[in-house]
Each structure stands twice: as structure tokens, then as C-alpha cells.
């Protein structure tokens, strides 16, 4: 779950340092999984007859897997049946899935690793009772029931500390079942104890979290976060259970070393012989790399070893080891190096006799670069369909335009979405991968598109920053939209999708100018976008502050080298609403050449929509092209603005380096070239934004006139100028 520290005022009182995370409820689940929260069941357990109840949803889906693990779930039936499988491990839609097993499997070794005496068993209520645990499950979905740490205070503290158990809560009943408790019956099969072996390989070898190097730098982030902010919490409440305070310097530095000294260097090691105790380590030990996956350059030289037994491997994803303990028929005797010239991922285990090692497994990466990747299109506010949400029809477009098959392996978002291409994923020359937020949605708004994958999460409607990295972290692209200009606003629901103005370059993706809308509602996924078809006009002068006799206004401006047809286009103060003034078929502006609209046309009927006029005050105009329906066609045009001195335009104005502001302007010349800005009285002249250490930051003013300027209203001189951006 995520959380935040911070530092809590109340009434303007210090109250401390705090801690807020995300409650794993069905919203939660919703967020993060997927579905409607009204379709989950939620589980926590009560303070005070510390039982098990739901706060949303039912117990019904979560009595029955206590029911099942009751009855036993030491045959593989009866473990399959409980994760929706026949006994073969293939799935059936038949049977409901009640528990997921991997994310079990990891919440336990994190409750053993830290020694947890207040969940999901409570030590302190005789381990007879459950405490401190949240369940969720999604009654529609495919998933099981998925289990999450929660209010770990009493951890890390004895170093030997022994969690594993067997505890008696929940024999008695499922009001005091819990996460542990269904642990330990599934501890009764094979399959499942081999299970919890590849897991605890996974984390307690080979730089996994539970290694001391890796806890050690998990938890210096955690002290590196709120560190100097313990002296205000030691300030506020050190002295509230004793007279001489706790303090950052000695208390909590002695604590934080405690755990750094002592419990992080050998609790992984103490872990791990109480897991062997239990049977849920082999003693056959597991294979080791030469080096365990990472980035490789073609012809790399993958060396695997082990003291005892034969080493086995798979390079297509499968395990070499058949359910039930046989030897599949995809696996490979080790008998010598590997070369690798492709991005692969190694799966391997040590059989000795009959007995098997946990599973040893690593992607390697081949070294390249991804300039040729370039993202093409995206569809963060689609239109939905009926009671289907627009968000269901988003979709990210990938192409590869350079020359050369592209390996994308590994490569995944880190900002935006969440998603990892798999392992031997390949893109030809000129191919594309579309990712999509709803795979069936998708497919029935466009059939025979194909997919790549499926991300997790949505793009915020908003925008927002999209990255993506390759295996080792390094930015290939990263692009931060927006859906106001200088973004093409037709793109923020109003049907159409956000595409490069050249499908094959695009050297500054987070450059808006580098994107339009695209040229057809739904845009065009699986293929370049047909080329605009609407030549750009653009408003560059409007009125909004006015007393009769004068009216606001707006203008337009033919930037073409040939005349534009704007019949039937829309002016709007309201980019979410684009067809408030519908301009009249036939109008015509020459190349070159302006137009001028004022209230006469768009506010013909005061008061009353869809008439309108421009706040003095500030809001936006927006221009918007359609076709002789009223269709939009994706052109868009405009701005957001402020308010106005009396009888001044604001107008479009490119600076040196291309970037278009709406200034207020010198002069006011509707249907002519724009005057310019206004610059002065005053100006900022110098700015010392990063002193030298011991230097101050300044900013300097200057009055271009001959003058004195009040920076304040003479006639409310409590109305003052101000400077924006600093405090």
C-alpha cells in the first residue's frame, strides 16, 4: 500500500509526525485490480471480539475456502480446486478461485521476516485470535482472495523471533480464520511447499528484498525520509510517557542501529533455517549463475553451477520440473556455457534423486538502444458507450521506425501506466504495439486491431506524464500531455486521440507543438494517422473587458498560403462544450487575412446558452473545426486568459524560441496585425535565482519610465502588485 509521512497541524498546533496509507478496501481494489467496487468483498478484523468481519461485501466466498481448507488441502485436488484449477493446474471457469496463492506466499514471508507479533496472529491475544490483516476479492473476477500488511508496528524486534507457528486461530471458527491460518493447511501439499521455495529463493538470494544487502537499503530510504523530521515528533511528544524525553539523538539513532547492526545483517539467514525446519526449503540446493541476469551484450557466456545433482534449464518460459515431480520435455541438461545473442529468460533447478531444488530463474537483457522507438499515439479521453466508461477504450501506440528488428524485453512504463513487455517480445521494422486499458472493449471498438498487452491503471483525463524505460532504468521516451492548449483540446473527449504530426520522428515528444488531434473520431490505432486535412487558423486577438458602446470580440487568423473555409466551425468560452457559436457556411478567410467575430454573433441572445460572452474576469476561447453535420474533425485552436484592463485584447504572440503566449497587448487592432505586447512600467530586470552558499537570492525590478509607479491601487492601497512565483 502506499503512504505518505508528514508533519500534521491542527488549528495551527504541532501535532506531530504522521503516517497515511491507503486502506485496502473496495475502492482500493477497484483502483488497482480492476472491476466495480461494489463487487468486492472485503475482510479486516474488528478491534474488541477481534473476529473477522466484512466491511464490504460478504463472508460467503471467504467461509467457503475456510470450509474447504477444513476438509483438507493436502491432495492436489483440493489445492488446485481452491485456486479455480482442475487437479492438472489448467483452469476451470467451473470453480471459483478463493485464494491467490502467490501473493499469500509473499505476505507470509514478510509477517516471518519481520517477526510480526500482532498479525495476522495476534501473540498478544495467546495466538488464539486474528488481528491486523485486510483480505479483498472481487466476487466477478478470476482472482482470489489477496491479503495485505497492515498497522506492522511489532517488528523488527527479536532477532530469533519464530512466527511460523502452527497457531490454533481460526480451528475453531472462520470468525477467527486469517491468512496464516489457510498458510498452514496448505502447507499439508507438495506442490504448494515447492511453491513457497521458489518464493523464498526468489527474495532471500540473489539480491531478492529479504537479503540483508537489499533490507539494509529498503530501510536506509525509509530513515533517509523522515530522519531530522523525528526531532519535531521528539519536541511534541518524547516527554508523554516519561518525564525525560525520547529524542532523535539517542533513542531513535540507537534503535535504527539496533536494527541496522544486529537484526538486517542475519534475520534473512535465521528465516531461512526456520523455513528449512518447516519443509518449505529443499535441501538440494539451487543452481547459481555467473551472473544473475541483468544486461548482456550478444555472445554473452551464462555459466550455471551447484555443489550436487544435475542441473536442468528452460529457455521458453516453463518450468523444467512437471507438476507431481517429473521432468518436462522442454528441459535442458546444463553441460556447459550458455551463448546468448537474444534476450532470453533462464528457469532452472538441481534434481538429485527423486528430490528437486527451488526454482533458480533470471532475464537476461540484450544491450541496445531504443532510438528508433517512438510513441505514435494516445487515447487518454475516449468517448464511452452507453454504460461502458470512456477510460475503457484508452490505448498507447508504439512504433518501430528504424530499419532493424527491435527487442523489447523487459522495457516498461514507470510513469502513467503500469506495464512490462514479456520476455522475447520482438518489433519489426515499421510494426507497432498497441497496449490498451481494456482488451475486450478495445477489440469491439476496433476488430482486428491486434493487441500487444493489457497496462494497469488509466490515464488521467487530465494528462499527465507517460515514461518509458528500458531493463536497466534508462529513459527511451518520456512525454508529459496536457489537455489544454498548447495541447490539441479535441483530443480531451471529444473523440479523437493525440498523434505526432510526423508518425516517423518525433525528437521532443514533450514538445506540443510535435502533436495534433487526430484526423478521424477514434483516431487510428495500427496505423499512421491519414494526414490532416484541415488547414490551421488560429485565434490571435480577442476583447473581453468592454463598455458600450463596444463589445467583446474574436479574431481569427488565415496563417495559410491559401484561403480557409471556416463555415461551420465553432467559437466557444468553454473547451468541454465546443459547439456553443456555430460560424456561418460559406464564411471564407483569405490567405493572409482576418475575421472578426464579436457578440453581435456569438451572444446574440444574452443569458442564454448556448450564447456567450468573454469574462473580464478570465476564462478561455476556444475554436473548434467541423464539418457541414457538425461533426468536429480534430483541428483546435485557443487559450486561457486572465483578466483584463478595460479596452485591452490579449493577442498571440511567438517568442524567440517558439514557444506562443497571449499577452495583453499595446494596442487594440481587431482585423489587423497584432501591436505587441505590453512591456512595462515595470519589468523584471535581474533575477539571482542560486546563490553562491551563503549568498541570497534576489530578484530586481525596474521602472522603464521617467516616472514614479505606486506598486499599489491609489484608491485601495491595501490592494497591492504582487510578484508571482516566489512567496
Known sequence: KRGRYYHLYINGQYWGLYNTDERSEASYGETYFGGKKEDYDVLKVETGPYDVQATDGNMDAWTRLYNLAKAGLGSDDAYQRVQGNNPDGTRNPAYENLVDVPNLIDYMLVILYGGNLDAPISNFLGNTRPNNWWGVRNRNGADGFRFFVHDAEHTLLNLNEDRTGPYPAGDTSVVYSNPQWIWQKLQANAEFRLRVADHVHRHFFNGGVLTPATAAALFQTRINEIDRAVVGESARWGD???????????????????????????????????????GLY???????????????????????????????????????????????????????????NESVHVISRVRSGSDWSALNEADFILNQTFKELLITEIMYHPVGDGSVDGDEFEFIELKNVGSVQLDLSAVHFTAGVRYQFPIGTKLAPGERAILVSNAAEFARRYPGVPIRGVYSGKLSNGGEALQLVHATGTPIFDVKFGDSSPWPTAADGQGFSLVPINPNANADPNNPAQWRASTQVGGSPGSDDPAAQVAPVWITEILTHTDPPEVDAIELYNPNTTSADVGNWFLTDDRTTPKKYRIPSGTIIPAGGFRVFTEADFNPNPGLDPSFTLSSHGEEVFLFSADAAGNLTGFSDGFSFGAAANGVTFGRYTTSDGQ????????????????????????INEIHYHPALGGEEFVELKNLTSSAVKLFDPQYPTNTWKLDGVD
Do not use: C
Not at 247 to 262: D, H
Not at 321 to 332: C, D, I, K, N, T
Not at 660 to 683: D, E, M
Open 240 to 278: 508523554a510517557k516519561r518525564s525525560t524525553p525520547f529524542t532523535r539523538n539517542v533513542e531513535w539513532v540507537n534503535a535504527v542501529n539496533n536494527i541496522k547492526n544486529n537484526y538486517l545483517p542475519q534475520r534473512s539467514g535465521i528465516v531461512l533455517n526456520q523455513l528449512r525446519t518447516d
Open 660 to 683: 506562443v503566449h497571449y499577452p495583453a497587448q499595446s494596442a487594440k487592432t481587431l482585423g489587423a496585425p497584432n501591436a505587441g505586447p505590453i512591456i512595462g512600467p515595470v519589468v
Open 282 to 340: 529443499p535441501a538440494v540446493v539451487a543452481p547459481s549463475f555467473s551472473q544473475h541476469g541483468g544486461n548482456v551484450s550478444s555472445g554473452f557466456r551464462l555459466s550455471m553451477s551447484a555443489p550436487a545433482g544435475t542441473i536442468y534449464y528452460t529457455l521458453n518460459g516453463t518450468d523444467p520440473r512437471l507438476r507431481g515431480g517429473g521432468l518436462s520435455p522442454a528441459a535442458l541438461v546444463y553441460d556447459g556455457a550458455l551463448t546468448l
